[in-house]
């Protein structure tokens, strides 16, 4: 397994929960972002990113975020990240993309 | 003392990438490097491979372990040369390259990335 992902509407809090488990390099996110377009092109919605059982992540998931961000960002969305590990925190630093993303502590 | 040398060349596909990455955690690991430099290694080694992929057939990677240094040398990776968009992931790598590492050099052949050693390998090195 090199990469799962779980993606479900909650209708309570209305955001698309995206739980991403394994690893997100330039082999497994394309199939991320089909995944989350496809979501976010059914119902537009802020899209919140679970990384609790997101084991790793390099500069192509960054990119796919900033494309998935691209799409729901004209309807005022936002892209909200939460339970990430601190090396993977770490790069969202690096890259100044921590003010373009909601990154929950 | 002589260094001690790795190499490892894989096919340019984005699948066998992670290949390389275990390598690097593998060979870190062995050298003593805690969990967090671990890490950081697998994401340079990623980024550097990543970069290289589409200009060459096969990417060589050379891991050199010195007294103190762990040196990655990855064959065609290149500094873009300009702000296109597209880019972005590319300018995305080579920040979080530089970050994590020690050293990164850059030169016609490719890229080298240095990470410090400290205790780790000298214990390693009492035990041979």
Known sequence: MALDIKINFDEDNNYWLVKPIGEVDIYTSPELKDKISQAVGDKKADIVIDGKELEYLDSTGLGTLIGILKMIK?????????????????????????????IEE | MKSDVFKLTIPSKPDYISVARLTSSCISSKLGL?????????????????????????????????????????????????????MEEIHFGIL????????????EKGVEMIKYLEDGLHEKEKEL
């Open chain 1, 74 to 102: 004209d309807n005022n969305h936002k892209i909200y990240i939460r339970n990430l590990r601190a090396n993977i925190r770490k790069l969202f630093d690096i890259t100044e993309l921590d003010k373009v993303f909601v």
């Open chain 2, 34 to 86: 805690s969990i967090d430099e671990i890490e950081d290694i697998k994401v340079c080694l990623s980024e550097a491979c990543t970069n290289a992929l589409e200009r060459t057939d096969e990417i060589n990677i050379t891991f050199e372990v010195t007294k103190d240094q762990l040196i990655i040398t990855v064959d065609d990776v290149l500094l873009p040369e300009n702000d296109d968009e597209k």
């Open chain 2, 96 to 107: 979080i390259m530089k970050s994590l590492m020690d050293e990164v050099n850059f030169s």
